[in-house]
């Protein structure tokens, strides 16, 4: 039985636990539909639950403010993070797994022409919003072209950006995607992003390089993350129809997808898939539907269920983001 508690303190902390309190704790700082205390949507925190579940290990994920994450680390009263974004740079005394997330930093416009920039130096001396939880990282600091305005939170980065009081936006494709999903249930025009990635990272769990069992749980970790990802695991917990992915190393990015989640059976709908590895598709691409290879479109037709074209809801909370959408 997995139990749920959360109580009030300097730390918000969400505990999971089978029947004894966790073993291993980890920490993360609040972001937007990624990481949660609150009963809110976070998809890091679901992915590590699930990993740890599957791996039959104990495991307390706190959710501290961004000031105090670094002393808990320090203190040894945390063993590691669960978002940790590579964004900064790696300590050598810590174990980090493989990326089990990508960020896709994305520079984004109400103006389409937005599209036409793919590099960081296309946007010099532009006034770009965005959240300090990407602002405070080193590889972001170390960008001198671009005025950041930067804000607490996701909330404030989008509506400094709506108010017009900074022409861009610089955020994730994944944080994009679920603001566009409010202004088209509002039937207006949705914002519009570059035509790359401008920085690209990654989230990772570390834990501390003092023991070999700690550098088992990673490797553990990651072979359950590798299963998750290719068995469609990850589609129904990031609530994507379609994934890529290279699932048998022959340099081709593979179809992922799962029963589980909606389809809008059409072609079409793969050019919108989320790449996991930057692996690129092409003729010789599998479809991985639940785990069960496949190796042609025709041949999932027959047995994903057709369902009359809908727009799942955003995973951003509409009450809360009403009155920009309204303004907008």
């Known amino acids: 039985m997995i139990r749920v508690c959360s109580f009030l303190s300097i730390l918000v902390t969400v505990c999971f636990s089978a029947t004894t309190s966790a073993q291993i704790k980890l920490g993360a700082s609040s972001l937007a539909t990624y990481v949660d205390n609150g009963g809110e949507p976070a998809k890091l ?4 639950e699930e990993a740890f579940t599957r791996m039959d290990e104990d495991v307390q994920l706190q959710v501290l403010r961004r000031a105090f994450l670094g002393s808990a680390l320090s ?4 063993d590691g ?16 797994s493989t990326p089990y997330l990508p960020l896709k930093l994305y520079v984004a416009s109400k103006r ?11 946007l010099r001396d532009s006034r770009i919003a965005i959240e300090n939880r990407f602002a405070n990282t080193d590889q972001i600091r170390a960008i001198r072209e671009v005025k950041w305005s930067r804000n607490p939170t996701t909330f404030d980065a989008f509506r400094q950006f709506a108010d017009d009081r900074a ?23 949705p914002v519009f992003r570059s035509a790359a990635p401008l920085i690209e990272g990654g989230f990772y769990l570390t834990l501390s390089d003092n023991n070999e069992a700690n550098a088992q749980l990673i490797e553990r970790f990651n072979a359950t993350i590798d299963s998750m990802q290719t068995d469609g695991s990850y589609n129904r917990l990031l609530g994507l129809s379609w994934l890529i992915k290279d699932v048998n190393n022959d340099g081709v990015g593979d179809y992922i997808s799962s029963k589980a989640v909606p389809h809008q059976m059409e072609k079409t709908a793969l050019l919108q898939a989320y790449d996991l590895d930057n692996s690129q598709p092409g003729t010789g691409s599998l479809f991985i539907i639940d785990g069960t290879e496949y190796h042609s479109w025709e041949e999932i037709e027959t047995i994903i269920d057709k369902t009359t074209p809908t727009m799942r809801n955003s995973l951003l909370d509409p009450e809360i983001y009403k009155k920009i959408v309204r303004q907008w």
């Open 45 to 48: 925190n679901r992915i590590v």
């Open 75 to 78: 203190a040894g009263q945390i």
């Open 81 to 96: 993070e669960f978002a940790f974004i590579d964004l900064d740079h790696k300590k050598t005394d810590i174990l980090h």
């Open 112 to 122: 389409p022409n937005v599209s036409d920039i793919n590099v960081v130096a296309q």
């Open 167 to 189: 022409p861009f936006l610089m955020t994730s494709a994944l944080l994009i995607d679920e603001f566009n999903r409010l202004l088209l249930k509002d039937n207006e025009e």
